[in-house]
């Protein structure tokens, strides 16, 4: 907790789970629960579940440049993103690397909230922002309850007119429980669901009646880890866990490009002028590595880190690992040499207990076609 200068409202209810509010990002963040993550696993992925993430950074940007801002700090066409309407992005070094991650929400027409993980992007905003008539805020007040899961829109349509006609990336600005809220249909869970963005005086009682209300629907509190299971199916990376920070190549400085992450349909179509840009656009087909799914023989799931193998000769290294007791499948997120990155290629996982026969297998492992997350009504 030495590291930590941000705090949530919630830290004592997380404590009262069983959680010693492990760092991240600067915020004390609820890693562990005093229950197996299994049960919040399932709970998401069959009814829904709640977590505070509010260790993620929030920034409002108004001003009459803040459009221009928003357009030269990231990889999206900021002219198709209208009030009410969010988009996924990313942020480049000018060696054409990536930095972090973000979501732009526009809020009005010379208002957005830039909402980013524990990457470079409050620097990368501050970098375009040098000269012009626009205004940066930091909001820690403003906390993220995340509710995912199915049957999330069910307890939400019981007071909030409307939600179910709220689309994938789109948000509205409400009221729960009497207080006001901007309500995201975004998450990082590859479910459908929603983020709640509330005052952190508010935050407290929001949590304690979705979960007194919820409990006969099944909606548990979950753990900040319990991400880690979710994105391993979905396909949702997390910086710098999956990225050179961790797992730098010999003889040369962090950074992936969009083309290796597989990111790079974060660049809306035919734009330049964002930093990085010309580099992103020189450095398609030189890709060093690319990221890819693993599926491994067996239940064990592979080690953090674990080194994967063909042949003989080392081909790449786990990021992120999971069991699913759904599917009963061991799989993973892997950097991959580019030839190995191709579905059914036979691999070898190196655990610390020993070797565990994998194929190469692409993402995401669930619901490919989103159709979970985007669903209607």
């Known amino acids: ?32 629960y005093d229950k197996d993550a299994d049960e919040e696993y399932i709970a998401i992925r069959t009814k829904a579940g709640l977590m505070d993430v ?48 973000c979501i732009l929400y526009r809020i009005s027409p010379n208002s957005w909230m830039v909402v980013h993980g524990s990457g470079t992007g409050h620097e990368e905003l501050q970098r375009a922002a040098m000269g012009r008539d626009v205004s940066l805020r930091f909001d820690d007040n403003l906390h993220d309850l995340s509710l995912q899961g199915p049957t999330a829109v069910d307890y939400l349509a019981k007071h909030v007119p409307g939600i179910r006609d709220l689309n994938y990336f789109h948000h509205m ?32 009682t929001i949590w304690d009646r979705i979960l007194e209300e919820g409990k006969s629907a099944g909606i548990i509190p979950c753990r900040f880890t319990t991400l880690d299971m979710l994105r391993v199916e979905s396909y949702l990376l997390f910086y710098p866990y999956d990225n050179s920070q961790k797992y730098p190549f010999e003889n040369e400085g962090p950074g992936d490009t969009l ?3 597989g990111l790079d349909f974060t660049v809306s179509p035919g734009k330049t002028g964002f930093r990085g840009a010309e580099e992103h656009y020189r450095l398609k087909g030189k890709e060093r590595f690319k990221i890819y799914g ?5 239940k064990e799931p592979a080690d953090e880190g674990a080194p994967v193998y063909r042949d003989g000769k080392k081909v790449g290294v786990v990021t992120c690992a999971m069991y699913s007791p ?3 499948k061991s799989m993973g997120i892997a950097r ?6 191709v579905k059914d ?17 692409p993402l995401p492992f669930d619901d490919p076609k989103k159709t979970k997350r985007t669903a209607k009504g």
């Open 1 to 32: 907790m030495t590291a930590s200068w941000r705090f949530s409202t919630l830290a004592d209810r997380h404590r009262a789970l069983g959680s010693k509010l492990e760092d991240w990002s600067g915020m004390g963040t609820a890693w562990t």
């Open 54 to 101: 509010s260790g993620l950074k929030k920034v409002h940007i108004t001003g009459p440049h803040a459009s221009h801002l928003i357009d030269l700090a990231t990889t999206r066409d900021v002219e198709k993103i209208y009030p009410g309407k969010s988009a996924y992005a990313c942020m480049l070094n000018e060696a054409g690397k990536f930095t972090d991650d």
């Open 173 to 204: 600005q409400t009221q729960l429980f009497g207080f006001p809220v901007m309500i995201s249909r975004t998450g990082y869970t590859g479910e459908r669901g929603y983020e709640v963005f509330c005052r952190g005086q508010d935050a407290g």
């Open 259 to 261: 083309w290796e992450l």
């Open 294 to 298: 693993v599926l491994l023989d067996g």
């Open 326 to 328: 759904l599917v009963e």
């Open 336 to 341: 991959l040499d580019v030839d190995c990155a």
């Open 345 to 361: 290629t036979k691999l070898e996982i190196r655990n610390r207990s020993g070797a565990i026969k994998a194929t190469a297998q």
